[in-house]
């Protein structure tokens, strides 16, 4: 795991999709989670438990250990008092090839994560984009290769999609409405190797999921098992795939798919919407 105080200069930043090789990847402890203000449907199922710290740091170290175990370099943020969302690193920026750009984050509780990346890139020396109209963040943003799905949502607006797109004139950007309950893009569909992606095809606009239906090779998930995070597994290469041991049909079909799925626990963490996808920010993939 990486010192984040070490000031060797960070290379190679780098992702033109959601599967190839993952090498670095930025996360943060939850240290600090609470379901302090609900802000998604999941965390309404969950306030009255609320999240068990201490089970929460031990399944998120069993996920860093699994991501150390198959080559990636993990460099994790200190966890910050009073940021119960930031162990939700996904969000607050992402990869496009070799440009890195910062989210803007549309509720008042988490803008200052935000900050903590931009105050951590700017120590490394790494440049960065923000978009600066609208709200965006980075769990509506799939990338893969040429193409890129945007969710539009509550938290990703038009208006930042557009600026997002003139960054990007050599890319085919697909803005994808979502159904109002559900939060971001990646809880409801995931690009993986091969062609093949997961879906939830309810929780789209209708002539998004045929565009994607022409695309990719869909195993499709249930409500109960969207509920689950069934979508937001995470791709590390050579056809691994990190899963929740919950969603076992998924998990079946994505082994009679050729993936190997490795399964970590992830139950306390999920309670505040989010999985291992939401849990991670690839910086180097390749």
């Not at 002539?207 to 195993?219: A, M, V, W």
Request: glycine residues 4%; contains cysteine.
């Amino acid at each position: 795991m990486r010192n984040t105080t070490a000031m060797e200069p960070i290379s190679n930043i780098y992702c033109k999709n959601e599967y190839d090789s993952l090498h670095k990847v930025i996360t943060v402890p939850p240290k600090y989670m609470k379901i302090k203000e609900i802000i998604n449907e999941t965390q309404t199922h969950y306030a009255d438990d609320n999240i068990d710290v201490q089970k929460a740091t031990a399944q998120h170290h069993e996920f860093i250990n699994a991501l150390i175990k198959n080559g990636a370099e993990v460099i994790q943020l200190e966890a910050t008092p009073h940021l119960n969302e930031q162990v939700f690193t996904r969000d607050i920026g992402f990869v496009v090839n070799d440009h890195l750009f910062v989210s803007h984050m549309q509720r008042d509780i988490r803008k200052k994560e935000s900050l903590v990346l931009k105050e951590w890139l700017q120590a490394e020396g790494i440049p960065f984009t923000t978009i600066k109209s609208a709200s965006i963040e980075g769990g509506d943003v799939i990338v893969d290769n040429k193409d890129i799905w945007i969710g539009q949502s509550k938290r990703t607006s038009e208006t930042a999609i557009a600026e997002f797109t003139s960054y990007l004139p050599n890319n085919e950007v697909h803005s994808v409405a979502l159904r109002d309950d559900i939060l971001h893009l990646d809880c409801i569909f995931n690009v993986l190797e091969n062609g093949y992606a997961l879906i939830y095809k309810d929780g789209m606009d209708s002539q998004s999921y045929q565009t994607i239906q022409e695309k990719y090779k869909l195993i499709e998930v249930t409500e109960e098992e969207q509920f689950h995070m069934a979508p937001n597994v995470l791709s590390i290469g050579k056809g691994k795939i990190i899963s929740l041991p919950e969603n076992k049909r998924v998990n079946d079909e994505l082994s009679k798919a050729g993936f190997d799925v490795i399964e970590v626990d992830f139950s306390e963490i999920i309670k505040s919407g989010g999985s291992f996808r939401c849990c991670t920010l690839p910086i180097s993939r390749g």
